[in-house]
């Protein structure tokens, strides 16, 4: 086997424990933290079902990022969904078989990277031009978008200029996956896809310890996840209760 | 035009986002409370040497208690969205006045201590230590905030500037630096019982006034009850009411209501005050203890409902705490929510018919109505979801014949703060409240000059005193502010009441 081939399989089994392990933590230390008044952002539903309608609007549409500004909402977006098509579609390289589906949209899905680089650069337009959106940005902000949109792009090299070998690259994550070392292939050398994974692996390192926390926030949002029932309903915390003994 | 030592903004017709000016509003600061107005509420009497560990130890302890912090400050992606939301903003053009840009003073602080990336890479996430001048600008600009709530709208993750204001003010609190308008109030509300202080036999004589004033007017014996043990209902209203204008009108009309619909009804003077000054300084300990009065009140007098009168932040505490700090209420009468707005009450009599209502009464004006942050995102009125909208205006368009209402994007869930609320109703922030009010201005000025608006009404006592002060600077009539339970009571008929026309409504004519 490679050096490069140890390397990343070591990096990849790191990246995602530290992944998985930072997130739960920090989705155990939202869950375990009380809400001790009701603050929905009213008008808002007043059954669980209606809440649940709520932040799918949210989390499917950005519902209230269309209120503020159109041009982020377009841009954001579109980037948002096309990851979430062109993660889809890398189901290929981790799945044994592969779904139907995942295969059929793979054709199609693969040319939304470039709605996924169209939405990146216009989200950092406006980080650039617009001053308001200039002066809160710090420079993690202007690198996290470029960390995404190099990752974007080399992945779409690999797609699409310079072909690598990704029978080579699935083989090799079957094998991390099931932890069977005996026939994983040397990974693949050339530098889209060096590149690309090296970043995607930065990208999972990151993820708990950085603004992307707000795709696990937005779920546990007391402005969005809460029923308007106060008055039917008492809300109290336990620390809130201590205080009534 | 009022006069002022600073520049009053110009009105647009349509309103523009001002390009950023840092700083412009770094002097605007409050009076720091006193050593005495602090320890009544069981806060530090100044800034002890240690304060920078028990500012951040503050802000540990506030993070395990509150999921909306924890939460709100890992979540910001700094999108922007909330950028030209904030009327502080649009009035100042203070970037730190951008709800983010207000965020992101404790964030800074938050990233340093709290989280990996603050710690080890400062500089490259943007994380700060706590300095004496951080603390500066942290008491300038979250005493720049009136927890309106109009950003947590438009924020994509439902980031509510006011949650991190509240815990900013709640930190500094708990280092000795508080503010004194409004820790001086809460010490008052212990003390006395309302926010102005009025003794119990101050208020026996005001409520006694305007039952003469109420019979001389109408020749109807309308009752201002206080302390009746045995009532139904107890009111628990803003203590602006009882002697401020135009509140004092509003409160006239509650009692009219009340005294048709045949109701018995008293107010209290131990709870003689609905709004609650401990949410505005964050502190639920004092937000609790001047919540329990109301329960105290209640129990006391033995009455079996709770209503409100018009009052946006206390409505808030009201609907959407006071069940939580002070309940369960399961001695009350369990065919009615617990509290009940004045609106609520009013607009359930009007269905039923028991009001009489001449709404000419009202024909010398055409009425606009100013939705009170903190009623319209953080409350409801009614059993479905934006009550607190369509309750007010049925109630005023019942009572008046001409109503307009201002522009979409400020109106409902959209509506822009008076520009006083949060705990800033105080003269000490008169730039700050003028400049706050553009927004709110503009979309009044557009009314008047399209619609021929006269006056716009209004349910809270933040927004009327704010916008009595503040409608001078602009070139408008301080009187166009009225209560909405004032046009009710333009317009309510009392049974037996003398038929002969009376004129003695303030002259509200504009220039």
Known sequence: ?245 | MAKADFEIPQLQEFPEVPAVVPGTMAHSQPYIAKPDFQEPLGFPGELPDDWHDKAIEAMGDLLGKYRSLQVYLDSCVKCGACTDKCHYYLGTSDPKNMPVGRQDLLRKVYRRHFTFAGKYFPKLVGAEDLTKEVLDDWYSYFHQCSQCRRCSVFCPYGIDTAEISMAAREIMDRIGVGQKYCNEIIGKVYKIGNNLGLPEAALADTLEGLEEDVEEDTGVAVKYPLDVKGADILLVTPSADFFAEPHVDGLIGYGKVFHEAGVSWTLSSKASEAANFGMFIGSYENMRRVSLRIREAALELGVKRIIFGECGHAWRVAYSFLNTLAGPFDFLDPNYPVPQHILEFTWGEMQKGTLNIDKSANDHMVVTFHDSCNVARASRMGSEPGGQFKIPRNVIKAVCNSFVDMAPDTIHEKTFCCGGGGGLLTDDLMELRVKGAKPRMEALKNVIEEHGVTNMAAICAICKSQFTKVLPYYGMDMDMIVSVHQLVSNAIVLTGQNSDDDDDESADDDD
């Open chain 1, 1 to 245: 086997m490679s050096f490069l081939t140890v390397a990343f399989a070591a990096l990849f089994y790191a990246a995602t424990l530290l992944l998985v392990v930072g997130l739960a933590r920090r989705i155990a230390l939202y869950w375990k933290t009380p809400a001790p008044l009701k603050i929905p952002t009213t008008p808002a539903p007043v059954t669980q079902g209606g809440v649940v309608l709520r932040m799918f609007r949210e989390v499917v549409f950005f519902e209230s990022l269309f209120k503020s500004t159109k041009w982020t909402w377009v841009f954001g977006w579109m980037f948002h969904m096309a990851l979430f098509a062109v993660l889809f579609r890398h189901l290929r390289y981790f799945q044994d078989p592969v779904w139907g589906v995942v295969t059929w949209v793979g054709p199609l899905f693969k040319y939304l990277a470039f709605a996924m680089i169209i939405g990146l650069l216009g989200l950092w337009a406006r980080r650039l031009f617009v001053d308001r959106v200039r002066y809160i940005s710090a420079p993690s902000d202007h690198l996290m978008l470029l960390l995404l949109l190099l990752i974007g792009v080399s992945g779409a090299m690999t797609t699409f200029v310079a072909h690598t070998d990704v029978v080579a690259v699935k083989a090799f994550f079957r094998s991390l996956m099931t932890f069977n070392f005996s026939d994983m292939p040397n990974l693949p050398s050339d530098p889209f896809i060096v590149v690309h994974l090296l970043l995607v692996a930065l990208l999972m390192i990151i993820f708990p310890i950085s603004k992307l926390l707000h795709a696990p926030g937005v779920f546990f949002s007391p402005t969005r996840n809460q029923i308007d029932n106060p008055r039917e309903q008492r809300h109290i915390a336990d620390w809130a209760r201590k205080l009534e003994q």
